[in-house]
Antibody, heavy 123, light 108 residues
Framework: EVQLVESGGGLVKPGGSLRLSCEAS????????MDWVRQAPGKGLEWVSS????????FYADSVKGRFTISRDNSKNSVYLQMNSLRAEDTAVYYC????????????????WGQGTLVTVSS | EIVLTQSPGTLSLSPGERATLSCRAS???????LAWYQQRPGQSPRLLIY???VRATGIPDRFSGSGSGTDFTLTISRLEPEDFAVYYC?????????FGGGTKVDIK
């Protein structure tokens, strides 16, 4: 069974930084694009960022562009989200998700999700 | 940015009833790029439908998706107790990927 396990969340002050990690198992991580999606408390889902299998295509939501950096290490089956200049509005549960293999090119749906890690930005 | 508007915000129904959820896009999108997710309380989202009408692996056939252009629908033919949850549509035509605001299906 595909597993995605996020870690690295916590309480951080406004302007601070945090690095989230997502470790994948039970699938060939190196061939899949990976995404981060967040959910503020009591709110809906917001896509944050995506990275292709070889890291040659990277995309960000406007709300995080210039502050967050997505990366991956295929040798460690892991994807990361470096979050800098954090704001109160970044408070959310951050989910790591796998883009499905349903289509060989272009964007895909998100077929597996981790359990999420909570990031709280507060003074 | 493609905006997805889901309606209604909340749907109050009884077990065994039929649920019809709507997702309207701000511009025409190919049905290949429309998905539906279910999120139960305290859980992560789960993929239900992709390409507007294809059930994901393990999803019961009481869930069906339809639509094209700007109007898409998720139908749950007979609600089971475990179906009371929040449902989101998502487009993945282009960045930024966007989700609808969600429809909560709760017990009447």
């Amino acid at each position: 069974e595909v597993q995605l396990v996020e870690s690295g969340g916590g309480l951080v002050k406004p302007g601070g930084s945090l690095r989230l990690s997502c470790e994948a198992s039970e699938f060939t991580f190196s061939v899949f694009s990976m995404d981060w999606v967040r959910q503020a408390p009591g709110k809906g889902l917001e896509w944050v960022s995506s990275i292709s299998s070889t890291s040659n295509h990277i995309f960000y939501a406007d709300s995080v562009k210039g502050r967050f950096t997505i990366s991956r290490d295929n040798s460690k089956n892991s994807v990361y989200l470096q979050m800098n200049s954090l704001r109160a509005e970044d408070t959310a549960v951050y989910y790591c998700a796998r883009e499905s293999p349903h289509f060989p090119s272009g964007w895909n749906d998100l077929d597996f999700w981790g359990q999420g890690t909570l990031v709280t930005v507060s003074s | 940015e493609i905006v997805l508007t889901q309606s209604p915000g909340t749907l109050s129904l009884s077990p065994g009833e039929r649920a019809t959820l709507s997702c309207r896009a701000s511009e025409t999108i190919s049905s290949r790029y429309l998905a539906w997710y279910q999120q139960r309380p305290g859980q992560s989202p789960r993929l239900l439908i992709y390409s507007a009408s294809v059930r994901a692996t393990g999803i019961p056939d009481r869930f069906s998706g339809s639509g094209s252009g700007t109007d898409f629908t998720l139908t749950i033919s007979r609600l089971e107790p475990e179906d009371f949850a929040v449902y989101y549509c998502q487009q993945y035509v282009s960045s930024p990927l966007t989700f609808g605001g969600g429809t909560k299906v709760d017990i009447k």
